[in-house]
Every structure is written in C-alpha cells, then in structure tokens.
C-alpha cells in the first residue's frame, strides 16, 4: 500500500518530447512524480517497474498507438483498474467512442492546460489532492 504523503505515480506517454516535458513539468508542480515513455512499447516495460496510479496517452504514436496501449493496460489483470486518460489533437466523437471501446476513461483534447491534467486526476484518482509547493 502506497505510505501516506507519497507522490502519486503518473505516467504521461507521448512520442512529442514538448508534450512530455510540458506534462512533466504541470505535473510535478503538483506533487506528483511522473515517469514518461515515447510510446506504448517504451510505456509498457515502465509500467511494470513504475506502477503508475494513472495514465495519460497520447492516441496518434508510432509503432503502438494509444488505443492499442490502452487495450493491452487494460487486458492486464494488474493494471486493468489503472485509469487510462487519452490524449489527442482529434476530438471526433469516432475517436471519443473509439476510446471507450478500449477501456480509457477518459479523452482530453490537446492542447490541454494544468487543471484539465489534475480535473482528470481527481476524477480517477481517490483522494488525490494537488499540492502547489512542497512543504520543507
């Protein structure tokens, strides 16, 4: 069980490294810890070591796109009840249903802003509570 005042895992998958670094950065400022990956194959060896309590996934990547992540995250009896929260620059309701069929729970357009990022944590992740500074 994860100690109390541990960072929350969050894992941002994306082959942009500015969406990466720009996810990173909002993310952390809110406390969490976030481990990132260039896509699914990248993701899914980390997801194992990390263990991430949410996912967010770029939709449009090389070699495994992010429906198919989503798919094989959520076919793992381990990770099957970790939130997947897809990420793209389409929002047509085709990829919107699309997502659901392979279990994401949510879909966030991108560009996306910092409380769009922590609206989607609260909203999978009990008790998460951002922080804005750490305390000494």
């Given at each position: 069980m994860e100690q109390p005042g541990a960072a929350l895992k969050v894992m941002v998958i994306d082959d942009?490294?500015?969406i990466r670094r720009t996810a990173q950065i909002l993310l952390s400022e809110?406390?969490?810890e976030v481990i990132t990956a260039i896509?699914?194959?990248d993701a899914l060896a980390k997801i194992i070591d990390h263990q991430p309590?949410?996912?967010?996934?770029?939709?449009?990547?090389?070699?495994?796109?992010?429906?198919?992540?989503?798919?094989?995250i959520k076919q793992n009896s381990t990770f099957k009840?970790?939130?997947?929260?897809l990420?793209?620059?389409?929002?047509?309701?085709?990829?919107?249903?699309?997502?659901?069929v392979v279990g994401s729970d949510q879909f966030?357009?991108?560009?996306?802003?910092?409380?769009?990022?922590?609206d989607a944590?609260?909203?999978?992740?009990?008790?998460?509570?951002?922080?804005?500074q750490h305390a000494p």
């Open positions: 942009s490294k500015t809110a406390g969490c896509d699914g194959f309590q949410i996912i967010f996934v770029d939709v449009l990547m090389p070699r495994l796109d992010g429906y198919q992540t989503c798919a094989l009840d970790t939130p997947v929260i990420l793209s620059s389409r929002d047509g309701l085709f990829d919107k249903a699309r997502g659901r966030l357009t991108k560009p996306f802003s910092k409380e769009e990022l922590l944590i609260k909203a999978h992740v009990p008790g998460f509570a951002a922080e804005e």
